[in-house]
DNA sequence: GCAATAGTGTCTTTGAGACAGTATTGA
DNA sequence: TCAATACTGTCTCAAAGACACTATTGC
């Protein structure tokens, strides 16, 4: 049965600078929109796709090379007025990925990514702008009950690294004693038999917790 | 272009009865399945409906004459195995109403519902009862920390009775001075200039402060 | 020793839970 | 006056914030 909708997979894969939260998008290949940036974004293949979240994790891996720690279903955008091509679905997706993973992910697929404020984005094509702010919007909510910001650091990292990044993700800052005792209560981090040296004192390593689910609080962060 | 993906609507019109919180299922009038229990959805119409929010409210209305006070997008499932048709997409919306509104809406409109409790669900066709679960567990969730519970009553309502649905939703009893203090603190009721009389103490009705929005707390009931 | 960062201890404030109290109605 | 429900006051406890303190490193 042929309805006439065009249904698609769109990622938003986020990731953390110094100056705050940014979004990965890439150069269109196709028309329409050709050439201008947008979301990694897909025709869901029927054939090969088992659901929505695997269509996503190819498109993912297709157009970056990468495999993200954390890929979640965001929301689903549809209309008849967000694609010239007709009346259309997105299944849209978030996934986080360390900057420097993603870096290096750049060099060894090589493509080229174009990062973007999620706060400074420009017009972009489609509803994409919407779906990035509905992404960078549950990001922080779920940041203030979750260990979600550990999917912006690499594998291992410093407590002080950690509160930085739940920090940034956030927009405000947190105190050092009360998130240490917080850390420690909630208890979804293991420690690492290594430190972190610097030009002062070292620090001590931790990674997540190994689980298949996020790790959700019963209070905030 | 056609993608070969069937892409529906089915929308969970949950409400309250003594026992819990029930689902309402429509006898299905077409195959597959045709005569069983089910959620109502359907096709989108590209052709009527703006977006799949439009496409739920269609849905629901022509099916059970509702206009629901609360209807939200849960979740988006998918995938070549929950439909025998083929590769589906079903875009799930959940909706609120009061028992008393929807039984007497049952009598006008001349359908027949049937209630199911959402934790006792027979076997449904699709994956009805994975977007049941999930309507439940949001609702239950969403209930600790916002107003949602207000839209599972008639539009004027006491403390007693908001408190009682509160704990019929989450499962567990709540202190009442606490909860009145909350109630109090929050400030998304108003106090409406009647009581409700009984066989004793008659008690102050209040209704929802109007808005477009649901009211979240920033913090727990 | 000094500067800088890692990490801890403790006081105060706030809000939640427990629970007993008072208030108002119909019969 | 009594039973039943509406509504309030107060004590205790736990978690959060503020902030000062100690610890460990390189130089």
New binding site residues.
């Given amino acids: 049965m042929d309805q006439g909708v065009i249904i698609t997979v769109d990622v938003a894969l986020i990731t953390l600078q110094d100056d705050g939260l940014q979004v990965v998008l890439l150069r269109r290949d196709k028309e329409p929109y050709k050439g201008q940036p947008a979301l990694p974004g897909g025709y869901i293949h029927a054939e090969v796709d088992n659901d929505s979240l695997a269509a996503a994790k190819r498109v993912l891996t297709d157009k970056t090379g990468l495999v993200s720690p954390y890929l979640e279903q965001l929301y689903t955008f549809s209309g008849g007025a967000r694609d010239p091509r007709g009346w259309s679905v997105s299944i849209a997706y978030y996934a986080l990925v360390n900057k420097d993973v993603l870096m290096s992910q750049e060099n060894a697929a090589d493509v080229a990514f174009t990062l973007y404020r999620v706060d400074e984005l420009p017009l972009l094509p489609f509803d994409h702008n919407r779906i990035i702010d509905f992404a960078a919007d549950r990001l922080r909510n779920k940041s203030t009950y979750s260990a979600l910001p550990c999917y912006l650091l690499p594998e291992t990292f410093?407590?002080?690294?950690l509160q930085k990044t739940y920090e940034k993700v956030l927009g405000y800052?947190?105190?050092?004693?009360?998130?240490?005792?917080?850390i420690?209560?909630l208890d979804f981090l293991q420690p690492v038999d290594e430190?972190?040296?610097?030009?002062?004192?070292?620090?001590?390593l931790y990674r997540i917790r190994p689980t298949k689910n996020l790790f959700l609080f019963d209070?905030?962060?």
Same sequence: chains 1, 2.
């Fill in positions: 410093t407590l002080t690294e800052k947190l105190d050092k004693s009360a998130f240490r005792r917080k420690n209560d430190v972190r040296t610097g030009v002062h004192r070292p620090a001590k209070r905030t962060i």
